[in-house]
């Protein structure tokens, strides 16, 4: 070793650390900031869309999930949640908050298994509840990385570099991860769209996926050679590179340089929460500290080479990682099987943890943006001819001369679900309609969810929702608008808080009394 040292400083370069020190530390940085950043939605968005007087209660969920399993024992074993014992506005903030504070502290560069095992109860709370609002697959991905993320570390022992090292078999853990993470959104594209197949996906993808980024539309109006390349790329990111994650050194590294561009390349070119950073999370795995000593600064080289020099083994640490392992290998057939079945699923768990998961993306991808904009006004009769006002979203486009903003890795869980509606009808979304009552209520709350409130000072008289065609207007045209659209439909006729469609529908939900 000291010879490999004198080597490497001979030739300018810095200590060679043996092992995953560095690994683990980049890990968990990436890991606490994504941690971070979803109970920082969660502090601003759960009372909203789930609170006692939420869009979705959290109440009656449980009370519906109680009654359909018998009893709330049952219900906890199938969505374990903290949320069982306490589920008030007070409830959601607090497990919110403190999260938050420990993802803090786990950013920081402090962590050690027991703060990494309540984050991921934390999170899970959230997610077993949250309903549609949380039906996406990066949560249960989340919960899945911040499991295995547990026995990375020492029980207690929260400095950046513990003398105990990073166990190689929970390693290998986070490579399977990110090769059915892969395997699983290459599959699911190429067995789920010809747009995939014949390499034209990308021709629609920038302008009709969720929320559009400021480069998005610059991305849109690539030659049609340069899209079908970056096609070529996802292949070679999600139906190759994964078979290397495994393999030798070199191949390794490579297989994981590749996934982290590509992860990189859809940063750029939208707004899809934070999918792909917490994808680069187990990629990072591919990596040995040998790659990281040529990049990160030589004081934290150093430091690690310090801990690796003075480590000691943990037995109980040692066990308890082959423990993990064999019980993901267990529960990995039935992701596994899925992914080879030719009717696959995506983002589906298959036990209550959520501790081994199957995952995808757009298996299908639209040819053109659909976008539902809710519509108030005072006026006293609510026709075409009223004086109608939009309700501005944070992410998805109304205004057509505002440049997408940059919004992810944040999410905008109302953004997101209303991109869903805008490809189905409101009985495939009942929540819109109390939506409306909220938005005719001026609910503080609900219309925090908007970028603001067009009527700050009474509520509006009516509320309708439109259905438009969006698509992007070609840069440098005379007004300088970034898109045009076009009138579809009404897609929820106005009404008003006295209109009896409404609040008879409310009262059979159970929205109101």
């Given at each position: ?140 991905q989340l919960t899945e990385t911040g499991f295995l993320a547990i026995f990375l570390c020492p029980l207690l022992d929260l400095r950046p570099f513990p003398r ?46 969720p929320i559009p980024g400021p480069l998005s539309r610059w991305f849109h109006f690539l030659p049609h050679t340069v899209l079908k390349a970056g096609v070529w ?281």
């Amino acid at each position: 070793m000291e010879v490999a040292n004198i080597l490497d400083s001979e030739f300018g370069g810095v200590p060679r650390v043996p092992g995953y020190w560095l690994t683990r530390f980049v890990i968990l940085r990436l890991l606490g900031l994504m941690y971070a950043t979803a109970f920082l939605v969660a502090i601003n968005q759960l009372v909203p869309l789930i609170g006692a007087n939420g869009l979705l209660p959290v109440g009656s969920y449980l009370q519906q999930v109680s009654a359909a399993l018998g009893s709330n024992q049952a219900g906890f074993m199938r969505l374990p949640s903290l949320f069982w014992l306490w589920h008030s506005d007070t409830a959601l903030l607090t497990v919110s908050w403190i999260g938050f504070a420990l993802s803090c502290l786990v950013t920081a560069g402090y962590a050690n298994a027991l703060v990494l095992a309540v984050l991921w109860f934390l999170y899970m709370s959230i997610v077993h509840v949250g309903q549609l609002w949380y039906g996406y697959g990066w949560e249960i991905q989340l919960t899945e990385t911040g499991f295995l993320a547990i026995f990375l570390c020492p029980l207690l022992d929260l400095r950046p570099f513990p003398r105990y090292a990073p166990p190689l078999t929970i390693i290998i853990l986070f490579r399977w991860l990110i090769c059915r993470i892969m395997l699983g959104s290459g599959m699911i594209k190429y067995r789920g769209d010809e747009v995939w197949r014949n390499a034209t996906a990308l021709y629609y993808h920038f302008e009709t996926q969720p929320i559009p980024g400021p480069l998005s539309r610059w991305f849109h109006f690539l030659p049609h050679t340069v899209l079908k390349a970056g096609v070529w790329f996802n292949w070679l990111a999600e139906l190759i590179a994964p078979w290397f994650v495994f393999g030798p050194r070199l191949a390794r590294h490579i297989a994981g340089v590749v996934i982290v561009l590509f992860q990189l390349s859809i940063i750029l070119s939208g707004n899809l929460s934070f999918l792909n950073w917490l994808t680069i999370v187990p990629a990072l795995a591919c990596f040995d500290d040998g790659f990281w000593s040529a990049l990160l600064p030589r004081t934290l080289v150093r430091k690690a080479q310090a801990a690796a020099d003075n480590a000691v083994e943990s037995k109980p640490m040692r066990i308890t990682a082959w423990v993990v392992t064999a019980l993901v290998a267990l529960l990995s057939i039935q992701p596994a099987l899925n992914i080879l079945s030719s009717r696959q699923v995506m983002n589906n768990s298959y036990d209550p943890l959520d501790l081994v998961n199957t995952y995808g993306a757009f298996g299908s991808v639209g040819q053109e943006r659909l976008n539902v904009i809710f519509e108030g006004t005072s006026d006293e009769y609510p026709g075409d001819n009223a004086s109608w006002k939009p309700y501005i979203y944070k992410g998805l486009p109304v205004a057509l001369d505002k440049m997408p903003p940059q919004v992810a890795p944040y999410q905008l869980r109302l953004d997101w679900q209303m991109w869903f509606a805008a490809m189905a009808s409101p009985n495939d979304y009942p929540w819109t309609v109390h939506l409306v009552w909220k938005l005719l209520h001026n609910d503080p709350a609900v219309v925090s969810l908007f970028a603001g409130n067009p009527f700050p000072g009474k509520p509006p008289r009516f509320i309708r929702a439109v259905l438009y065609r969006y698509s992007f207007a070609k840069p440098g045209n005379p007004k300088g608008l970034w898109w045009s659209r076009e009138r579809i439909s009404i897609w929820l006729p106005a009404m008003s808080v006295d209109d009896p469609r409404l609040t008879g529908f409310l009262k059979d939900a159970g929205w109101i009394r």
